[in-house]
């Protein structure tokens, strides 16, 4: 089945910086990869996400590169800011009912 | 409020107890699951439902019992849990066709076994 692999798994920058979060899948029958942020006590919400058919995908200060030759896609957080501060968890689906997460990535953003 | 609402919010429970957990979505989405996440690890799947009908079910011991009464509604039902079960439960729901979309979750039901 699929494995999805995330690093770092903690990662602090300080406010104004880029923060690069990178994560690998395993089986390339994978052709949707949604990225979600979880703050503390609150629920995993979707902040963007990427189909196979594209190789990035940019929302404001936030983007997604997918390289499906190497199986690895990429979160991309510009110009840093307090409130990025949360857990972030990549996924991978091959299109059936089964989204497998990543073990989480938690940004510290210091002001 | 993403319209998936999830009760308890926070359970305490002894291994001899029987307790249910309850998702309910008002998003009229075709497919609900069952996640579980704890401490430094992934979000796990445990169960998946169609329509109502169980499609997946990740190797979960019996000791948790999915119940899907109809595709709005989702429970699970615990029964002799272990102390290594406490973690975060998370309900979620999506709209699936042949593409993958997003997944909505609830806030989650915080379950402590002691």
């Known amino acids: 089945g699929e494995n999805v692999e995330q690093h770092p798994s903690t990662l602090s920058v300080q406010e104004g910086d880029s923060a690069v979060i990178k994560c690998t899948y395993s089986?390339?029958?994978?052709?949707?990869f949604p990225w979600y942020k979880q703050e503390l006590g609150k629920r995993p919400q979707l902040i963007i996400d990427?189909?196979?058919?594209?190789g990035e995908k940019k929302d404001q200060r936030i983007a997604v590169t997918l390289n499906k030759t190497a199986k690895h896609f990429s979160l991309h957080i510009t110009e840093t800011q307090p409130e990025d501060s949360a857990v972030y968890f990549c996924a991978a689906n091959t299109g059936g009912f089964k989204t497998i997460f990543g073990a989480g990535t938690r940004l510290f953003v210091k002001a | 409020e993403t319209g998936v609402t999830q009760t308890p919010r926070h359970l305490v429970m002894g291994m001899t107890n029987k307790k249910s957990l309850k998702c309910e979505q008002h998003?009229?989405?075709?497919?609900m699951y069952w996640y579980k996440q704890s401490a430094k690890k992934p979000l796990e799947l445990m169960f998946v439902y169609n329509f109502k009908e169980q499609t997946e079910n990740n190797s979960v011991p019996s000791r948790f019992s999915p119940e899907c009464p109809n595709s709005s509604h989702l429970f699970l039902h615990l029964h002799t849990l272990q102390p290594e079960d406490s973690a975060l439960y998370l309900c979620?729901?999506?709209?699936?066709?042949?593409?993958?979309?997003?997944?909505?979750f609830g806030q989650g039901t915080r379950l402590t076994v002691v």
């Open positions: 089986d390339s029958a994978s052709n949707y």
């Open positions: 998003l009229g989405h075709n497919a």
């Open positions: 990427i189909r196979s058919n594209v």
């Open positions: 979620a729901s999506s709209q699936e066709s042949n593409a993958a979309t997003e997944a909505f």
